[in-house]
Structures are given as C-alpha cells and as structure tokens.
C-alpha cells in the first residue's frame, strides 16, 4: 500500500480517482485491486457500502479490458470515489470502464 501511494500514478475519471503501480506478488492473478470511499463524505456506513458494491461490480464485469494477452507485469490499482453524492450504477460502470481502458493502454504502451 504505501508503495502504490508514494510511487504510483494517478489518475481520474470522475467519480473515481484511480492510483496505479506495478507491483510483483506470488499470486497467478493479474492484478490487485482495492477500492475506497471516504467517511469524511459519506457518514453512514450503509452509504460507503453501497458506493463501494457499485465500484466491485462494475470492475467485475469490465475487468476484461485489462487482460491483454501480452501483459507481463502485474498492477496494484485502488478505486478512489470522489463524488460528494451517490451517483447510479451506470455512472460508475462508464467510469470503470474509462478507468480500466486507460489502464490497458497505459501497460501496452509501455515497452
């Protein structure tokens, strides 16, 4: 984590902010992902709960954007949701999908 914050490259689509880095680990999947919604703006956990579901969600359909056949390296990735209010489903899957397509160009862009 604190890796992917001092060293990683940032990001936005909004409502999420996204920090990625390249990373190694022992597991065979390609990425690592993690997402976040601050407490600051949303006080009520049932709130951050549904936020965060709607991100999962949208990364789990959309995650095949990222695996390129050729990709080598690994990514740590964290889903910041900035917005101050809660936006639909569809507002964060076009979000995602910005996100992850950006993501794919950036790793097959480098040599």
């Known amino acids: ?13 909004y409502p999420l902010k996204v920090v ?3 990373i190694s680990f ?15 703006l949303f006080k009520r956990a049932v709130r951050r709960n549904l936020i965060k579901r709607r991100m999962r969600e949208a990364y789990r359909l ?3 954007l990222l695996t390129p056949d050729e990709l080598s ?8 949701y ?9 507002t964060i899957e ?4 910005k996100s992850l397509s950006s993501l794919a160009e950036s790793i097959n862009s480098v040599p």
């Open 20 to 22: 990625h880095t390249e």
């Open 73 to 80: 390296t690994k990514k740590a990735i964290f889903f910041i």
């Open 26 to 40: 022992q597991e065979p999947f390609l990425a690592k992902v993690g997402f976040a919604v601050s407490k600051k």
């Open 94 to 97: 076009k979000a995602m999908k």
């Open 82 to 90: 900035v917005s101050k209010e809660v936006l639909s489903f569809k």
């Open 62 to 64: 959309n995650k095949h």
């Open 1 to 13: 984590m604190d890796k992917l914050f001092s060293e990683g490259e940032t990001f936005l689509f």
